[in-house]
């Protein structure tokens, strides 16, 4: 591996954005592949924050400060991804339900899936029904992401789906949902994809439903 990529790497890890921002800059002057610099650089570094984070090596302000870290370097490489043609892993829209304000754990989980490769259409908090519907017809989404962190907005999954199988497009997508009171039972009895636990597992479970 190219030593300016290891530097990257460590830089997104520990949170060092201005760095990480810098390094970036010099990979693009040095002509090195704007997708190399994605995968070796900053897919590979928030692949080892959700390997620390999983182990209990990192907790939640490691991972939200390498998350950062790794979006203003994602930006300054943007440019250069997009005269690449390089393709995105996946198109997902997400979005914390319909009566539910919370959000810390939706953009951790939408930076982390942006961070493995993902383009993210966030449509924030307190998304209704008809919301989530209306960006996957328009975007073309492959994954829907509904965030929940209350008990009493849980019902506002099951409503999500149920718009989605009503306007015909819940074949089309795949769903997955999380938050502090969901499980894995309650995403298999309002008919979701799949349910992760934390924004570590939120990635390998979008890869896996992507390839399903």
Known sequence: MEPILQNIQEKVIEGEMTEAVALVKEAIQQKLPAEQILNEGLIAAMNEVGRRFENGEFYIPEMLIAARTM??????????????????????????????????????????????????????????????????????????????????????????????????????????????????????EIGADGYSPDASRAVALARLLMDS
């Open 71 to 188: 979006q203003a370097a994602l930006a300054i490489l943007k440019p250069s991804l997009a005269q690449s043609g390089m393709h995105a892993t996946g198109k997902v829209v997400i979005g914390t339900v319909q009566g539910d304000l919370h959000e810390i754990g939706k953009n951790l989980v939408a930076t982390m899936l942006e961070g493995a490769g993902f383009e993210i259409i966030d449509l924030g908090t307190d998304v209704p029904p008809e919301k989530f519907v209306d960006a996957v017809r328009d975007q073309q989404a492959d994954l829907v992401g509904i965030s929940a962190l209350l008990t009493t907005t849980m019902n506002s999954m099951r409503r999500t789906i149920e718009a989605l199988e009503k306007a015909g497009l819940r074949q089309k997508v795949k769903i997955m949902i999380g938050g502090a009171p969901v499980t894995e039972a309650f995403s298999k």
